[in-house]
């Protein structure tokens, strides 16, 4: 693609400020729906050279990135599930779709406890970059077709592998019918998103800020500050929520949040918000369809729903 | 654009590779320490030689010298743990009658006999660390220069101990596709550079099976205070979080391992040392009855992976 071709600005959805918005109702008069995204990864030892991005930083094999990622599965994945559990939250897997077939002992696991699995690509050391439409089309519906036939349902989200995107990374998706994408972090609430296709399709919070891996390995942050950032967040949103429901999402990796010298931190702050009354403790699927069913004039779904 | 981007020559059931088995912590067998304890402690001292002048290698190790030769900053600040930092580390170990490990590079053997005579004067058992900070096992490195940095390692070492060494950990953590074969053709039974894992487990070469004991990288003393750049009591309040929770879940599912790792030239200054202090106090001391202390072959035996 020529630098000309390129777009200045992303036209997925309208310009939405943050005052004087319709309002959003949460089931139940919640002020707030809580989601947490474990990410669950696989990340290959030997993967292709990808022209644009390394997978690695270090020469083959790259046993310093590669074993830390295995201990998440290995280790981390039944002790983070263990606090999900007790404090009744269903995670929302983003899940690497060739882990259905690498660890399918996980994917039991979460079955099992009724959670979400979205889609995240096939490997998280395979990338969007340099891939034809046609390519990505194949990838993404890889994708799609190897978790539904592991776990009985499609998926209805997408979280780009690596967060490595094209221009067609979320029109593609949408086609493949799925509903909602987390790789935009643009707001507090869900916003509508016009896709080629005019299909129904919405973008719900994630959240890069309060997402382990940028805080642990990006920010450098010491564990207890991290909880303490995750409960700052929730105040502000729980409040704001009071006239308008907001979305908050914790998104994990095994690797990270699961290590024992900092899972307390996470188990504390998990503590201080399902302690509040008025909280919707959810997935990404059923913010998804709650908003597309019942919100689409408040998230901006009432003008063109195609790009 | 390339197909090998869409192909997946590895996509099965388990690993990736043959180096090991796929199994998840909570679901093998429980392992029982000594006594019954739900933790056990395996503290690793490193001894590294950093040499002031030589080729970079394409990985560079944590504290490498960074600066234009002669770079007199960091040569000196590394050999402060020689000089200085071990001795302080030793006499607290002995004080709280800890027994650690030492890892070692094997060119002290040719720089520090003194130093290697008085480590070899203590109880401690020793695990080769490469010949020194500059000898990276990682890439392309021609399999011969690896294997004779490996073999001159142990030679050099039982030039001083008695032990007949069984364990490694490379500088970095980081292997070559050869390192787990060339050790084992060196005699050595593990290594603990993998850090996948909380418990020892086995480890494919293809000369025969070794053990994997993980040595945990996220609460490395350089990692915590020298990347992460926090400070001495946050690390002491991690290591100390982290042990109380292994002793929990040991208590409820089967025996937990937290292994520590100390530099000298770090945590040897007298700012820090008091930390590595209020480490030992609180988890030989405090949580004494929970943790079972030993050097990383009783552990590996006991927990029979």
Redesign the interface.
């Known amino acids: 693609m020529s630098a000309l071709e390129q777009r200045a600005e992303l036209a997925l959805y309208d310009y939405n400020p943050y005052e004087n918005r319709p309002k959003i109702e949460w089931p139940n008069g919640a002020r707030l729906a809580f989601w947490v995204a474990p990410n669950i990864e ?1 990340y ?3 993967p ?1 050279d ?2 644009f991005r390394k997978p690695w930083p ?4 790259a ?2 990135g ?3 990622r ?2 998440g ?3 981390g ?3 983070q599930m263990a606090v999900l559990d007790k404090y009744g939250v269903r995670g929302s897997i983003s899940l690497s779709a ?1 882990l259905c ?6 994917i039991a696991l979460c079955a099992e406890r009724d959670w979400e699995f979205f889609s995240h690509g ?2 998280n050391t ?1 990338y969007t970059y ?3 439409e046609d ?1 990505e089309r ?2 993404i519906e ?1 994708a799609m077709a190897t978790i539904e036939s592991a776990v009985g349902l499609r998926p209805a989200g997408y979280l780009a592998p690596a967060l490595s995107h094209s221009d067609h990374t979320i029109d593609l998706f949408a086609e493949a019918g799925g509903l909602y994408t987390c790789d935009l972090f643009h707001d507090d609430q869900p916003t509508w998103v016009k896709t080629r296709s005019g299909k129904p399709f919405v973008s719900i919070p994630y959240s890069l800020e309060l997402n382990d891996t940028i805080a ?1 390995v990006v920010q ?1 942050m ?3 500050r991290y909880g303490e950032i995750i409960r700052r967040a929730f105040d502000q949103l729980y409040e704001e929520g009071a006239e308008s429901g907001t979305v908050m999402c914790i998104p994990t990796h095994n690797y990270q949040v699961s ?6 931190a996470f188990e504390e702050a998990l503590e201080y918000i399902t302690g509040h009354s008025e909280v919707w403790v959810t997935t990404g699927r059923e913010i998804a369809e709650y908003a597309l069913t019942h919100l689409k004039q408040q998230i901006g779904g009432d003008g063109d729903a195609a790009r | ?8 020559p ?8 043959e180096r090991y088995e ?6 093998r067998e429980p392992v029982a320490w000594p006594d019954g304890k739900p933790l056990a402690l395996w503290i690793n001292i490193s001894v590294q030689h950093f040499p002031l002048s030589g080729e970079k290698p ?2 560079a190790p944590p504290g490498a010298l960074t600066m234009p030769y002669p770079d007199l900053r960091h040569y000196t600040l590394r050999d402060y743990g020689n000089r200085v930092g071990i001795y302080r580390l030793l006499r607290l170990m002995s004080e709280f009658d800890a027994q650690p490990s030492l890892a070692v590079s094997g060119a002290l053997a040719e720089h520090y006999p003194q130093l290697l005579e008085r480590l070899a004067a203590t109880p401690y058992e020793w695990l080769g660390h490469g010949w020194n900070m500059l000898c990276m096992h ?3 490195v021609d399999s011969d220069l690896e294997a004779t940095w490996i073999q001159k390692t142990r030679v050099a070492l039982e030039r001083f101990t008695d032990q007949s060494l069984s364990g490694w950990l490379s500088p ?6 050869n390192t787990p074969e060339l050790l084992m053709s060196n005699g050595f039974s593990y290594h603990s ?6 418990l020892p487990y086995l480890f494919n070469t293809e000369r025969g099976s070794m053990n994997c004991l ?1 040595s945990c ?3 490395d003393d350089v990692f915590v205070l020298t ?5 001495e009591d ?1 690390f002491a ?3 100390i ?6 002793i929990k ?1 040991g208590g409820e599912q089967g025996g937990r391992l ?1 292994s520590l790792n100390f530099h000298p030239w770090l945590v040897g200054q007298p700012h820090r040392i008091r930390t590595v202090r209020e480490i030992l106090e609180a988890l030989l001391v405090e949580r004494g009855e929970a943790i079972w202390h030993a050097p990383p072959g009783h552990i590996i035996r006991a927990a029979k992976p």
């Open positions: 696989f290959e030892l030997n292709p990808n022209p270090h020469p083959y094999p046993v310093p590669y074993s830390i295995d201990y599965n290995r280790v994945h039944q002790r060739a077939e690498h660890h399918p002992e996980i096939i490997y395979r340099g891939l034809t390519q194949e990838m890889d642990y450098r010491e564990p207890r290590c024992p010298h900092r899972l307390r | 654009m390339s197909d090998d981007l869409l192909i997946y590895q996509r099965r059931y388990g690993m990736d590779h796929w199994s998840m912590l909570q679901d394409r990985v990682a890439g392309e970095g953590r980081i292997q070559t596709a550079d993998w850090v996948n894992d909380e993980p990288l996220e609460l990347q992460n750049l926090h400070s946050s309040q991690q290591v979080d982290a042990a109380d929770l292994l879940e937290l």
